[in-house]
């Protein structure tokens, strides 16, 4: 085992585990497609020039494609089989009826090969947790929420946070899903909409102002499943502290009254202040914060990537979030090797945090106010619903 520079400060016996390859770099959604899969690789790179692929806690596991039957398990056959032809790279039939085609879901050579792959890494998450290998496993491609059973949608052709979810109730488990992408995770709420044993949870853009236009606090939940699909949607331009603020007066609660057997997350970075797509303003400092309370809500934890349109911000957090996860404390300062990749793809920022350049927006006291209302409304019309 190499050296690294963390073994005497890593906690506990706790065991993590990171999923990847570099296989996802041999597809591509296309030159102008915010989705850019080189922003896995960064993240990657960033992660292994900090160390922290080297810590005697952490375990690396090269990502296996899933197969066909484990995508049965939520999409339909006919779906399916659409994504099959499609994976040549060219259009077929009645494709665009299933999601596809120029915009936001294109259809490009080995989409579907992209898929299985993804979705073998959530799987190899969950079952490294669901198995008691270890207590968190951290899968960057994954945590495409917006697939629906027979169609794609913004970007996501399968729903790997689904997949997965099943194959824990197919185990007995009962699970909280937490996502904190800028974007509704419309696709997993409705996939469990009418059960009491996923607990889903989104922090999101109100549907609003932003795709897919869903999410909003009386999405409850139906038949057994009232009060188990929890949405808190969020002004344009909130920040980090009514972001923390809502998190915190109503996640830790939820979690302690359901009480998960596993916890899933989805962690977008498309909610910062500098994300192209979306018009939410935090920063990696709310993102840490927040993510660190969720490291003490989940002792066992499949931890999912998402969106995040700036590539230097997906690398950075991510970076962040797979040392929270292994109770390790980053520097500052970049390291060398990493530098030299970010740069040829333009990218500037020399620190992991950095100081923040938030634009000044005037929104404190009205986002304040409508997001008081809606957990107002949490608390008293959702939470009394939920039972352990
Ligand atoms: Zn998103």
Redesign the pocket.
């Known amino acids: 085992m190499k050296m690294n520079p963390y073994g005497d400060k890593v906690i506990g016996k706790m065991k993590t585990a990171f999923i990847y390859t570099d296989a996802y770099l041999d597809y591509d959604y296309g030159p102008t497609h915010p989705l850019q899969i080189a922003r896995l690789k960064l993240a990657y790179d960033l992660i292994k020039g900090y160390g922290l692929l080297d810590l005697p806690s952490a375990q690396f596991i090269p990502t296996n494609k899933a197969e066909e039957k484990d995508l049965l398990f939520f999409h339909s056959e006919e779906y399916l089989n659409i994504l099959k032809q499609a994976n040549e790279g060219h259009f077929v039939g009645d494709a665009y009826l299933y999601g596809l085609g120029p915009g936001d879901n294109p259809i490009f050579p080995g989409l579907f090969d992209w898929s299985l792959l993804l979705a073998g890494a959530t799987l190899q998450a969950i079952d490294f947790v669901v198995s008691g290998k270890g207590e968190i496993a951290f899968n960057i491609a994954g945590g495409l929420?917006?697939a629906m059973r027979s169609r794609a949608s913004?970007?996501c052709y399968i729903n790997d946070p689904v997949i997965g979810i099943m194959r824990l109730l197919s185990r007995g488990k009962r699970v909280a899903y937490i996502d904190i992408?800028?974007?509704h995770g419309d696709g997993v709420q409705k996939a469990f909409y009418g059960s009491n044993r996923v607990l889903t949870i989104s922090l999101?853009e109100t549907g609003c102002t932003l795709?897919p236009g869903t999410g909003f606090e009386y999405e409850l939940g139906e038949g057994e499943g009232e009060g188990y699909s929890v949405n808190l949607p969020f002004p344009p331009h909130t920040d980090d502290e009514i972001y923390v603020w809502a998190f915190e007066e109503v996640v830790p609660e939820l979690i302690h009254v359901f009480q998960p057997d596993i916890t899933v997350t989805q962690l977008?970075v498309?909610?910062f202040y500098n994300d192209p797509?979306?018009n939410l303003d935090l920063s990696i400092l709310g993102y840490e914060r927040v993510l660190k309370r969720i490291r003490d809500l989940a002792p066992r934890w499949v931890a999912l990537g998402?969106?995040?349109?700036n590539i230097s911000n997906v690398a950075r957090a991510w970076t962040l979030a797979w040392a929270i996860m292994n109770g390790i404390e980053l520097g500052e300062e970049l390291p060398e090797p990493y530098l030299e990749e970010a740069a040829k793809m333009g990218i500037e920022e020399k620190e992991l945090k950095g100081r923040l350049r938030i634009p000044l927006q005037n929104h404190g006291r009205e986002n304040r106010a409508e997001m008081e209302r809606v957990v107002r409304y949490i608390k008293e019309t959702v939470l009394p619903k939920v039972k352990s």
Do not use: R
């Open positions: 929420h917006h913004g970007f992408d800028a974007h999101h795709f977008g498309d909610t797509l979306t998402g969106g995040g349109y």
